[in-house]
Every structure is written in structure tokens, then in C-alpha cells.
């Protein structure tokens, strides 16, 4: 299973393909704007760095947005897709700039509800583990590649604990502010 920052470098590295996918799960299933709020909410609140992964991503479909986008939205959404609940569709289905437009709508009503999600949630957090490796750094490396992408202020430090647990086990303190941003 790949860490919340290896995710995210996937999702950030492949910006059109993670909006669509994202766009399919928020916006597809028939789900009414209503239940796509609903359920953006739920992912603010439970899956903070997924939802500003598709924020990225769907700010960088907008911004360049590829050939043929209303066929690849219909594709990733398997031919439901709620932007009929949010604007008619042309009789020709959905154009590129049909879809261009509800993403221009869309778009920062998901940022406004991102930020009032996130809005008071920065927390600092502070973990401690026993690491068995070669060096302190190494141990540390260990530990801090599980820190989330967006933290800031880490800290972290690696005392020698054989004397406890045995050779080539460290004690790693690890520290960092969540912005969510």
C-alpha cells in the first residue's frame, strides 16, 4: 500500500486522469449536487490531502484543459454524470465547454467548502517509534517519509535505544504542524 505522500505524488504527477477519476466518484452515479457536496464534505473532513489532491488537479484541468473533455468525463463517469443536475446539457451531449463552464461553477464552490472544512484544523502533531536500522539517519528517514506531504515545521531526531530493544534500534521523535494547506 503506498504512503499518503506517494499517493499524492500520483495523483499530482497525472493531474487530467486524478480530476476525472475524482470528478467520477464526486459527480457521477446519478448522484444529485446535493449528495456530490455531501459527499466532498465527507472527504474534506476524512480524506484532507485526497480532497486538495482533486482540487489540484481539477484547478489544473481548468487551467489546461485536454482535447475531447466532455467524451472523457462521460467515459470516467460510465455515462452518468450529474452536470444534467447542475445545468442542462447541450442536445449534442456534453460539449467540452459545457463541461468547462460546471467546472468553472464547481471549482471554487469546492475550494469555499474545503477552506470552511479545514478552517481551524491545524493541529501539531508529535510521534515517537523504535526504528531498527544502520544509523540514526537512516532510522529517521525511515519515520519522516511517513510524515504528510504538507506538514510543515518537521522535526525530528533519533536517540540510540540497543540498550532497550536490542541492536540497531533508535528512538525516533518526530514533530510537525498540519496546516491542510
Do not use: K
Not at 444534467?84 to 475550494?111: F, I, K, T
Not at 544509523?135 to 522535526?155: H, I, K, M, Q
Request: aromatic content about 10%.
Amino acid at each position: 500500500m503506498a504512503s499518503v505522500n506517494e499517493e499524492s505524488a500520483l495523483h499530482r504527477g497525472a493531474p487530467v486522469e486524478f480530476a476525472l477519476r475524482a470528478i467520477a466518484q464526486l459527480f457521477g452515479h446519478c448522484l444529485t449536487p446535493r449528495d456530490s457536496l455531501s459527499l466532498w464534505a465527507e472527504q474534506v473532513r476524512t480524506g484532507t490531502w485526497w480532497a486538495d489532491d482533486a482540487l489540484y488537479c481539477l484547478r489544473q484541468l481548468l487551467a489546461h484543459p485536454p482535447g475531447q473533455l466532455g467524451e472523457r468525463i462521460r467515459e470516467a463517469t460510465g455515462g452518468t454524470f450529474v452536470l444534467s443536475s447542475w445545468r442542462p446539457p447541450s442536445p449534442a451531449g456534453y460539449r467540452d465547454e459545457d463541461c468547462l463552464a460546471w467546472l468553472a461553477e464547481v471549482v471554487p464552490r469546492l475550494q469555499r467548502l474545503f477552506d470552511e472544512g479545514i478552517a481551524g484544523r491545524g493541529e501539531d502533531a508529535a510521534e515517537e517509534s523504535i526504528e531498527w536500522a544502520g544509523s540514526a539517519e537512516e532510522a529517521e528517514r525511515e519515520v519522516l517519509a511517513g510524515v504528510p506531504f504538507w506538514a510543515t515545521d518537521v522535526r525530528s531526531t533519533a536517540d540510540d535505544a540497543s540498550g532497550e530493544w536490542g541492536p540497531g534500534a533508535w528512538r525516533v521523535r518526530v514533530s510537525y504542524r498540519l496546516p491542510y494547506r
